[in-house]
Structures are given as structure tokens and as C-alpha cells.
């Protein structure tokens, strides 16, 4: 296993990454602590989680149940020490979480007390930011998310709070680092900025969806975080498993993701078929399992901090 620093810290975690999401929903608990157990001991040290998982389907009654899935394994083994664990603070709309309540710095003093509850733990070495308040352009609403109704000095306050918050917290010994997901590079650039102002804690990571199918962060992000030093976790770097190939020919595996979001997250369209199918037919030719090609590539790419896989049996 290779290991790399992440961002600007001293975390050491694998290039590849735990997902966790579908633990206490499509995988019982006995099957989460199997898969943690041979995560570890193929040399994979970094677990993601969120307070708002599992999902598919997302259900405000199995809200936090991932966590508690872990904290079981935790609290059974004691190996603590031996995994990098991160989670996240919902945002606004996730009504299992807190009520749906939007992110504030009481909010995220309430989300982590929640987590390191659940978990079993005193602390989470990288606390994510799970969405922005302001919405995002993620989830497949490029052509639809407008900005243009945002007031930018109360965007600021309100990332500034996030950051005291931050501080406070990693002050008190319950978080180590501070990051983002579903963010845009001006998000970012405002956080990096405040930080820096202000001497508040740096974000050193941005949890967004990258694969070969969704390639949105080379436009703008790649470059911020080149400059910046802020390192990329790709979720679902395997499209959800569409770059599996078991999806083609509109098939729907029992017991697939697919089976319980009908269009994956609106990733299914009539676009999808031929672009998999090429790159099915790239892997037979190097005789490469379409899985492992596509995690290889990501782990190409310089800005790739760790790369977010998931799965529903040991076989995957």
C-alpha cells in the first residue's frame, strides 16, 4: 500500500480509501467490521464516514447507524490507533441529522458530540464540512445552480464561524484537521483566505465526486489545489459502480445500488452506455479488471489525495 500526507498536514493515510455509506442499510454490521478488518490488513489506514450515513436509501430512522457500526468495531477491537477515520457535519436538509438544521458553529458542536458518541472514540482525525449552506453545483446540478442570489459578506461570516468552530474543537482534542466536500474553488479560495487572515485552522482536503466519467475537478479545483496545497478524496471513483460494467444493457443486479436508486443519483442517461463501453473495451484490451484500471487512474492524478471506494460484499 502507498501513503501519502494529506494536504498540509501530518496525516499519513493510503491512496486508497474505506467508504463506509452503505453499512447499517445494504451491509449488516458483521459485514462492516469484515470489511474494516481486511481494509487494515491490506494496508488501507483511512475509513470515511458521515453522520448522515448510511444512505441508499437515505432514511432519517438509519441516520448515524454507519457511525455506530464502527464504534462497535472500535469499541470490540481497540484499534483506535490503527485507522485515519474521517466524517463529516450534515448540512442544511438532511432531516435525520439534527433536524435538518443548517451548519453553525453550535450545530457542529452538537453533529461531533453525536459522532464521537457513536464512534467510540474522543476524537476524528478529519472532520469534513459535508456541504455548503449555500448549496453547490454538485449531485449533478451544473446547469442549474445559481449563485447569483448569495450575499458574499454573509457567506464570509459564516465560513469564518466555521473555521473558529474548527479551532475551538481541535483545541479541545475532538477533531485534528479540518475539511470540505461538495465545495466550488471560490468556496474554497474563501476559506484559504480567512484562514490565513485570521489564524484560523487550514483546510487541507475537499471530498468531491471524481472518476472517469465525471471529470468537473480538472476544470477550476485542480489548479486551486495544486497552488494551495489542499489534496482531493474522490467519491465514487467508481461512478457509483457503473465503470464496472454490470449496469450495461440497463441490466439492474439484485441487491445493486441500482436496485435502490433506480438512475443512481441521476447518473444514468442515454449518454452513459458508449462512454462505458469504451472504456470496457480500453481494460479487455490491457487485460485490466475495469474496476482496478479505473482506481489506478485516479491515483494518477496530482492532486489525488486518497481515492473513496466502497462495497457491498467481501468479494468486491
Known amino acids: 500500500m502507498k501513503y501519502r500526507k494529506l494536504g498540509c498536514s501530518d496525516l499519513s493515510v493510503s491512496t486508497l480509501c474505506l467508504g463506509s455509506m452503505t453499512w447499517g442499510s445494504q451491509n449488516t454490521t458483521a459485514e462492516g467490521h469484515a470489511q474494516i478488518d481486511r481494509a487494515l490488513d491490506a494496508g488501507i489506514n483511512f475509513i470515511d464516514t458521515a453522520e448522515m450515513y448510511p444512505v441508499n436509501p437515505i432514511s432519517a430512522e438509519t441516520q448515524g447507524a454507519t457511525e455506530t457500526v464502527i464504534g462497535e468495531w472500535i469499541a470490540r477491537t481497540g484499534r483506535r490507533a490503527d485507522m485515519i477515520l474521517a466524517s463529516k457535519v450534515s448540512g442544511a436538509g438532511a432531516v435525520g441529522s439534527r433536524g435538518g438544521e443548517p451548519i453553525t458553529g453550535a450545530a457542529m458542536h452538537r453533529a461531533i458530540e453525536g459522532s464521537l458518541r457513536r464512534l467510540k472514540t474522543d476524537y ?7 456541504w455548503p449552506n ?9 446547469w442549474n445552480y445559481d449563485p447569483t442570489d448569495q450575499d458574499r459578506t454573509s457567506t464570509r461570516d459564516h465560513i469564518r464561524e466555521v473555521l473558529e468552530t474548527a ?19 471560490w468556496g474554497v479560495m474563501q476559506f484559504l483566505q480567512i484562514a490565513e487572515e485570521e489564524g484560523l485552522p487550514r483546510v487541507i482536503s475537499i471530498q468531491n465526486e471524481y472518476s472517469l466519467l465525471c471529470r468537473i475537478f480538472d476544470l477550476d479545483l485542480a489548479e486551486l489545489c495544486h497552488h494551495e496545497g489542499v489534496d482531493l478524496l474522490s467519491f465514487s471513483p467508481l461512478a457509483a459502480g457503473i465503470l464496472s460494467g454490470k449496469y450495461q444493457g440497463d441490466a439492474v443486479p439484485p441487491g445493486s445500488r441500482r436496485s435502490h436508486v433506480a438512475n443512481l443519483g441521476g447518473r444514468i442517461n442515454p449518454r452513459l452506455e458508449p462512454a462505458v463501453a469504451a472504456y470496457l473495451s480500453i481494460a479487455e484490451r490491457h487485460a485490466l479488471d475495469p474496476c482496478q484500471m479505473a482506481l489506478a487512474w485516479c491515483l494518477t492524478r496530482p ?3 486518497s481515492a473513496i471506494f466502497g462495497a457491498t460484499s467481501m468479494e468486491q
Open 303 to 305: 492532486f489525488m489525495g
Open 124 to 130: 476524528i482525525d478529519l472532520y469534513q464540512i459535508h
Open 167 to 185: 479551532a475551538t474543537l481541535i483545541e479541545q482534542g475532538k477533531i485534528r484537521h479540518l475539511g470540505l466536500s461538495n465545495e466550488s474553488a
Open 134 to 142: 449555500r448549496g453547490s453545483y454538485h449531485f449533478r446540478k451544473y
